[in-house]
């Protein structure tokens, strides 16, 4: 039996951001399929593993953590790997972890969702959410334009979290050559790290489901 558990689905970002750790750190982990497109994550028994009926969920040792964030915390410290030498690298790691979910992934994601999964076609919702991704990712793009990595020379996993959403550009309408170049030379340097797999084939789940 693998030391981790992973509980998520290939179309999300944030389940992708534990996976991503869990292979770039060199962990014996295994993918447990969650089918969100057939209803799993609203089911009682999804909910008795986590109330807030969401992916991630990682399973290591008798312990349950839920959240993205959370995860790549304990993971940081459970392996060595990605993490911080100082409290004050700790804090700035912290920064971004929670710029990018309350500023980044929030819309983005969203974004996605309707456009591209959901299919809502452009709405003044869509509109919304996508100058407040635009927003977002010009920060990212000025920020990764001064350093290799979020934080500094080296990827922690603020660089695993924020890079979650970004691997599928094209389902949120971004053309990074034309308006993030930094952040498209960023991304490849991610995917230069040993370990690295598109998130499409790291979990289970695509293509779509067929629906039951």
Request: hydrophobic fraction near 40%; charge should be neutral.
């Amino acid at each position: 039996m693998a030391e981790y558990t992973l509980y998520g689905f290939a179309q999300s970002g944030n389940a992708y951001k534990a996976a991503l750790m869990l292979n770039l750190s060199g962990c014996d982990w295994t993918p447990r399929f969650v089918d969100y497109f057939n209803g799993e994550t609203r089911t009682s028994a999804f909910r008795a593993i986590n109330a807030m009926g969401e992916v991630p969920v990682l399973e290591h040792k008798g312990k349950r953590l839920t959240q993205s964030g959370v995860i790549l915390d304990y993971l940081a410290q459970a392996t060595g790997k990605f993490g911080w030498q100082t409290d004050e690298e700790r804090r700035e790691i912290l920064r971004w972890l929670l710029w990018d979910n309350h500023k980044l992934t929030s819309y983005t994601a969203t974004l996605r969702f309707m456009v591209s999964l959901a299919k809502t076609g452009e709405t003044p919702v869509t509109d919304f959410l996508r100058q407040r991704s635009l927003t977002a990712l010009g920060i990212l793009n000025d920020q990764v334009g001064k350093s290799r990595f979020v934080t500094g020379d080296q990827p922690t996993i603020a660089d695993i979290s924020i890079c979650g959403y970004l691997f599928w550009p094209e389902e949120f309408g971004v053309d990074y050559a034309k308006q993030f170049p930094h952040i498209g030379a960023w991304l490849e340097r991610i995917k230069a790290l040993k370990g690295w797999v598109h998130p499409y084939e790291l979990l289970p789940g695509h293509p779509l489901p067929a629906k039951t």
